[in-house]
């Protein structure tokens, strides 16, 4: 089926810095979402973006995240700064129509901030 | 209550045999799917269904709007059907999935 790939598969890095998430969504698809999931814990939506611009996102999206898709390359989350709470797995979707559709997912980013 | 209700939270199930999953909705759904996580985390989905019912070889699920739930059965278990199952669903206002808490499954020989 349809493939969503995620790079890099896992990410190390020091509290306070800056992280970037990437995300290559289905090729045809419109809509794109990131969803974070804390190790043993249930799935969590953050945000979802269309035609360049978040178009709903939860109180997990703090001020420190921020999305993007510059010129349809990647579909990028990006944490400045990092803080040790957003250590998880961070997973995108993509999907061809907002409500009526499947979402397909990636394999998620293994995020560890010490 | 929370939006996605799902049970059981754990299932253990020998080799042949046969179970259900089930979520239910604090409101009404538009749509739901279903998803395995395996060992390495990773996402497979299962189904979407927007309404009614639909199978794909040992698996059956079904989604019932307006009675607010939404059902994965499965038939003759396999070792590999080992993993954690969710449901999520969309609700009528967007496009965002929301989660059960997962249905941790371990099929044993």
């Given amino acids: 089926g349809p493939k969503v790939l995620q790079i890099p598969s896992h990410q190390i890095i020091d509290m306070g810095q800056m992280v970037t998430l990437n995300c290559d969504p289905v090729s045809n698809h419109l809509y794109f979402y990131w969803y974070k999931q804390i190790l043993g814990q249930q799935m969590e939506f953050l945000v979802n973006f269309y035609n360049g611009k978040v178009m709903e996102k939860s109180k997990l999206f703090k001020d420190q995240f921020s999305v993007e898709r510059p010129d349809g390359s990647y579909f990028t989350l990006k944490i400045q700064p990092t803080a040790l709470e957003d250590s998880a797995v961070y997973f995108c979707a993509s999907s061809l129509d907002s409500t009526q559709d499947t979402q397909y997912f990636g394999p998620g980013t293994r995020l560890l901030v010490l | ?109």
């Fill in chain 2, 1 to 109: 209550g929370m939006p996605v209700e799902q049970n059981p939270p754990a299932l253990s199930l020998y080799e042949g045999a046969d179970s259900g999953l089930r979520c239910n909705f604090s409101t009404t759904m538009k749509s739901v799917q279903w998803f395995q996580q395996n060992h390495r985390g990773r996402l497979i989905t299962l189904f979407y269904l927007a309404q009614g019912t639909k199978e794909n070889g040992r698996l059956k699920s079904t989604f019932n709007s307006k009675e607010r739930y939404s059902t994965l059965h499965i038939k003759d278990a396999q070792l590999e059907d080992s993993g954690t199952y969710f449901c999520a669903a969309r609700n009528n206002a967007g496009a965002k999935l929301t989660f059960g808490g997962g249905t941790r499954l371990t099929v044993r020989p």
